[in-house]
C-alpha cells in the first residue's frame, strides 16, 4: 500500500491536476477501504441479498489481541452466475451458540434482510455451529425450517480418518510425536517407514548420551512392528487424502459427491470385495454385509513387501500380523460407519440436484417430475413451483 503513489508518478496525464504530486499512504488507503469503498459495496450486495435467497456461510476466528471474530460470506445466484463474496466481520462476545446466531440476526436486521432468505447453512461442522439440539445450525432450523445445512466434506473427511484409526495402538501416535519432537529443529525426518531401519540405530546409539526416558520409549516402540501400521495407514490414509485434495478443488456438489461414493466404494470393498456400486452404499449397514477374513485384507503392495521380509527375518508371527490386519479391518469399518453418518445429508442433496442435471435433458432418463427437489427446497420457488416444475 505504501507504494501506490509511486505509481501515479509520471504516468498520469498531465491535465490530472494534483495527480503527480498524489501521497497515498498505507493508512489513508486503508480509510478509503473501510469507510469510502466499503460501505459503498456492502449497500450494493445488501440491496440484491434483500430481494433474493442465498447460503450464509461463517467460520469464528480470534485476532491478535484475542478478539473473537466471526467472518460471514454469502453465496447467491444474480442471474447469470453463482456468486460468492464476503459479507460481514462482526465481533463476538461469546462463542457459544446462543452468541454467535445473535450476532448473524442482529447483522441481518440492521441491513434489512429477512431471515426467510437465508436458505443455506455452511460451517467446518464444528459441535456449537451444527450440534442437532444446542447450536448455531438448530436455532435456524427453528427459525427456517426449509433451512439447508451443509458441514465442510474436507473436515467431514478428517473427522472419519481419526475415528477410524482409534482402533489401531495408541503408541502409533505417541512414538512419531516422540520422534518428531527430537527432529523438530531441523528437517532430517521425511518419511517414517522409509527410514525405520536408520532411525532404530539412531536412537540406540543416542540413549546412552542422551539417557531420557522418552529415548528408551523410543528405541523400544521402534523395535517392535509398528513400521507394518504406519506402512498400511500410509496407504489407506493416503486414499483419504487424495479424496480430500479433490473435493477442496471441486465447487460442484455432484462431482463432490460422486467423488465421495466412490471413496466409500473403495473402503466398503476392502472389508466386502464384490460390493457392486451401483448399491445404496450411504444406507447399507457394512457390518450386516458378507465381510471377507480380516487376514485378506489388502494394505497396499509396500505392506506386502514388507510382511515377505519380516517373516522371512523372523522378526513377526503369523498371529501377530492376524492381530494387525483386525486392528485395520476394524478401522476401516469404523470410518466406513462415520462417512455413513457425517455425510449422508449431503449424499440425499446430491440425489436431488441431480434432477438438474443439464445431461438428463433430451435423455429418455428425463425425470417426469421434481417434486422431490421442490419438497427439499420449498423456499426458493414459493409460488412457482408449478411453473418451475413445467420448465
Same mark, same amino acid.
Given at each position: 500500500?505504501?507504494?501506490?503513489?509511486?505509481?501515479?508518478?509520471?504516468n498520469?496525464?498531465?491535465?490530472?491536476?494534483?495527480?503527480n504530486? =498524489?501521497?497515498?499512504?498505507?493508512?489513508? %488507503?486503508?480509510?478509503? %477501504?473501510?469507510q469510502?469503498?466499503?460501505?459503498?459495496?456492502?449497500? &450494493?450486495?445488501?440491496?440484491?441479498?434483500?430481494?433474493?435467497?442465498?447460503?450464509l *456461510? $461463517?467460520?469464528?476466528?480470534?485476532?491478535?489481541?484475542?478478539?473473537?471474530?466471526?467472518?460471514?460470506?454469502?453465496?447467491?445466484?444474480?442471474?447469470?452466475?453463482?456468486?460468492? #463474496?464476503?459479507?460481514?466481520?462482526?465481533?463476538?462476545?461469546?462463542?457459544n451458540? &446462543?452468541?454467535?446466531? @445473535?450476532t %448473524?440476526?442482529?447483522?441481518?436486521?440492521?441491513?434489512?434482510?429477512?431471515?426467510?432468505?437465508?436458505?443455506?447453512?455452511?460451517?467446518d461442522?464444528?459441535?456449537?455451529m451444527?450440534?442437532?439440539?444446542?447450536?448455531?445450525a438448530?436455532?435456524?432450523i427453528?427459525?427456517?425450517?426449509?433451512?439447508?445445512?451443509?458441514?465442510c %466434506?474436507?473436515?467431514?473427511?478428517?473427522? !472419519?480418518?481419526?475415528?477410524?484409526?482409534?482402533?489401531?495402538?495408541?503408541?502409533?501416535?505417541?512414538?512419531?510425536r516422540?520422534?518428531?519432537?527430537?527432529?523438530?529443529?531441523?528437517?532430517?525426518?521425511?518419511?517414517? !517407514?522409509?527410514?525405520?531401519?536408520?532411525?532404530?540405530?539412531?536412537?540406540?546409539?543416542?540413549?546412552?548420551?542422551?539417557? =531420557?526416558?522418552?529415548?528408551e520409549?523410543?528405541?523400544?516402540?521402534?523395535?517392535?512392528l509398528?513400521? $507394518?501400521?504406519?506402512t498400511?495407514?500410509?496407504?489407506?490414509?493416503?486414499?483419504?487424502?487424495?479424496?480430500?485434495?479433490?473435493?477442496?478443488?471441486?465447487?460442484?456438489?455432484?462431482?463432490s459427491t460422486?467423488?465421495?461414493?466412490y471413496?466409500?466404494?473403495?473402503?466398503?470393498?476392502?472389508?466386502?470385495?464384490g460390493?457392486?456400486?451401483?448399491?445404496?452404499?450411504?444406507?447399507?449397514?457394512v457390518?450386516?454385509?458378507?465381510?471377507?477374513?480380516p487376514?485378506s485384507?489388502?494394505?497396499?503392495?509396500?505392506?506386502?513387501?514388507?510382511?515377505?521380509?519380516?517373516?522371512?527375518?523372523?522378526?513377526?508371527?503369523?498371529?501377530?500380523? @492376524?492381530?494387525?490386519?483386525?486392528?485395520?479391518?476394524? *478401522?476401516?469399518?469404523?470410518?466406513?460407519?462415520?462417512?455413513? #453418518?457425517?455425510?449422508?445429508?449431503?449424499?440425499?442433496?446430491?440425489? &436431488?440436484?441431480?434432477?438438474?442435471?443439464?445431461?438428463?435433458?433430451?435423455?429418455?432418463?428425463?425425470?417426469?417430475? !421434481?417434486?422431490?427437489?421442490?419438497?427439499r427446497?420449498p423456499?426458493?420457488?414459493?409460488?412457482?413451483?408449478?411453473? #418451475?416444475?413445467?420448465?
Open positions: 500500500m505504501d507504494h501506490v503513489s509511486m505509481l501515479f508518478e509520471g498520469l496525464d498531465s491535465k490530472l491536476i494534483g495527480c504530486n =498524489l501521497r497515498i499512504k498505507q493508512k489513508e %488507503i486503508c480509510r478509503i %477501504i473501510t469510502d469503498l466499503g460501505p459503498c459495496f456492502h449497500g &450494493e450486495l445488501v440491496t440484491v441479498l434483500k430481494t433474493r435467497p442465498f447460503s *456461510m $461463517l467460520d469464528e476466528s480470534s485476532a491478535v489481541a484475542i478478539t473473537k471474530l466471526l467472518a460471514l460470506s454469502v453465496q447467491f445466484y444474480d442471474g447469470k452466475n453463482i456468486v460468492t #463474496t464476503f459479507y460481514a466481520l462482526c465481533l463476538v462476545a461469546e462463542q451458540a &446462543e452468541s454467535l446466531f @445473535n %448473524i440476526t442482529t447483522k441481518l436486521i440492521a441491513d434489512g434482510i429477512e431471515l426467510k432468505n437465508v436458505v443455506g447453512f455452511a460451517t461442522g464444528a459441535i456449537v451444527t450440534g442437532a439440539h444446542n447450536s448455531v438448530s436455532r435456524f427453528a427459525a427456517n425450517p426449509d433451512i439447508f445445512v451443509s458441514k %466434506i474436507c473436515h467431514v473427511l478428517h473427522l !472419519c480418518a481419526n475415528k477410524g484409526i482409534e482402533e489401531l495402538p495408541c503408541q502409533l501416535e505417541d512414538l512419531a516422540d520422534i518428531f519432537t527430537y527432529f523438530c529443529s531441523s528437517k532430517e525426518l521425511d518419511k517414517l !517407514c522409509e527410514q525405520w531401519d536408520d532411525l532404530t540405530d539412531y536412537f540406540q546409539l543416542l540413549v546412552p548420551e542422551e539417557k =531420557l526416558a522418552s529415548m520409549r523410543v528405541v523400544k516402540e521402534l523395535k517392535n509398528y513400521y $507394518l501400521y504406519y498400511g495407514l500410509s496407504y489407506w490414509l493416503g486414499k483419504i487424502t487424495e479424496a480430500n485434495v479433490v473435493l477442496q478443488g471441486n465447487t460442484d456438489l455432484l462431482k460422486t467423488n465421495l461414493f471413496l466409500l466404494h473403495a473402503l466398503i470393498s476392502a472389508v466386502s470385495p460390493t457392486p456400486k451401483t448399491a445404496d452404499l450411504w444406507q447399507q449397514d457390518s450386516q454385509m458378507t465381510l471377507t477374513m487376514q485384507l489388502y494394505l497396499g503392495i509396500e505392506y506386502m513387501r514388507k510382511e515377505k521380509a519380516c517373516l522371512q527375518q523372523g522378526k513377526v508371527i503369523i498371529s501377530e500380523l @492376524n492381530m494387525l490386519k483386525k486392528r485395520f479391518f476394524n *478401522m476401516i469399518l469404523t470410518t466406513v460407519k462415520t462417512l455413513q #453418518t457425517k455425510a449422508a445429508n449431503q449424499h440425499l442433496t446430491a440425489n &436431488e440436484l441431480q434432477l438438474l442435471d443439464s445431461s438428463l435433458t433430451n435423455s429418455l432418463e428425463r425425470p417426469v417430475s !421434481c417434486f422431490a427437489l421442490l419438497e427446497f423456499t426458493i420457488c414459493q409460488g412457482k413451483e408449478q411453473q #418451475t416444475d413445467d420448465q
